[in-house]
């Protein structure tokens, strides 16, 4: 399973990505499209040099009219866009583990675009996981209701939904791009997003959030190449239940490093459950 490794490396970095994002939306809840801005702008810098590179070598594969690549194109930056607002706001929102927890609804989309888009098959096996990484969410219908914030729940389902027709469209556009020319595309085209959404807004008011929204775009750009690089040598119905695993990961470190320790055993379970289906699916 040639996807494996750079798989591991997509996880640990979206790991080092999510938390940085989650601990200073924390405490500047009011400036996650400021941090939105600074995070794609940085990874839209570090992706143009390799995406650069890639554009120049021969070889691109053709057989679909350009004016179809280009509404696949279209479609991606629109559901990244749609994504990373979401997916920010939410942070500023929902504890980390809750935020996780949610994004999980993805595992069933993925599977499904998988068999429809891509002629991918769900084994009985990998059907059960899919089945037990749902049972996962139960153990969270318990906690307190002020750790359930409505709107930061409606922002991590709408960021869930566009996230996986994001990555599915990343998928169908691996037969044209090299990945670092589609990592390029989606962060340029949220970059604009950003823009549009802070118009007016001073440079001042970036400061609070820019150390850490540039750390966490390094990370979060680095990490996204190697789950572009992963799916292009394997099935994204496989590859993306795995890739959501790192939620036990996310709950370890809402309790231990930011302190998010209301419904801990409830969390902890729900991790572990959602662990178990990504072995089952993995196993499939």
């Known amino acids: 399973m040639p996807y494996l490794v750079p798989l591991v490396v997509a996880i ?12 200073t939306l924390r405490r500047h809840g009011d400036r996650a499209d400021e941090f939105l801005l600074v995070y794609q702008l940085t990874s839209t810098l ?3 040099p390799f995406a650069a590179l890639a554009l120049l070598r021969p ?9 179809e690549v280009l509404l696949l194109v279209l479609a991606a930056i629109t559901c990244w866009s749609i994504y990373s607002v979401s997916a920010f706001r939410s942070s500023a929102l929902l504890e980390l583990s809750v935020a996780a927890t949610i994004s999980r609804l993805r595992l069933i989309l993925a599977a499904f675009f998988g068999v429809v888009f891509f002629g991918e098959t769900v084994s009985a ?3 059960i996981g899919l089945a037990v990484l749902l049972v996962a969410y139960i153990p969270l219908t318990q906690l307190p209701r002020e750790q359930l914030n409505r709107k930061g729940l409606a922002y991590a389902a709408a960021s869930t939904v566009a996230i996986t027709l994001a990555l599915t469209t990343d998928k169908a ?12 595309l989606g962060f340029a085209g949220t ?4 823009f549009a959404l802070n118009k007016g807004t001073s440079t001042a008011a970036l400061r609070p959030v820019l150390l850490p929204a540039v750390l966490a775009g390094t990370a ?3 990490g996204y190449y190697g789950l572009v690089v992963a799916m292009t040598e394997g099935p994204v119905g496989v590859i993306l239940p795995v ?24 969390k902890v379970l729900s991790a572990a459950i959602s662990l178990l289906g990504a072995a089952l699916v993995l196993s499939s």
């Open 125 to 127: 096996t990998h059907a």
């Open 46 to 48: 570090l992706t143009v």
């Open 173 to 184: 556009l691996t037969a044209w791009f090299d990945p670092a020319v589609i990592l390029f």
């Open 243 to 266: 890739y959501q695993s790192s939620a036990f990961i996310y709950v370890l470190i809402g309790i231990v490093l930011l302190g998010e320790t209301s419904g801990w055993r409830r």
């Open 59 to 67: 070889g691109h594969p053709a057989g679909v009219p350009s004016g």
């Open 220 to 222: 979060g750009a680095a």
């Open 191 to 194: 970059t604009l997003t950003g």
């Open 12 to 23: 640990v970095l979206n790991t080092a990505d999510r938390t940085v994002t989650r601990a």
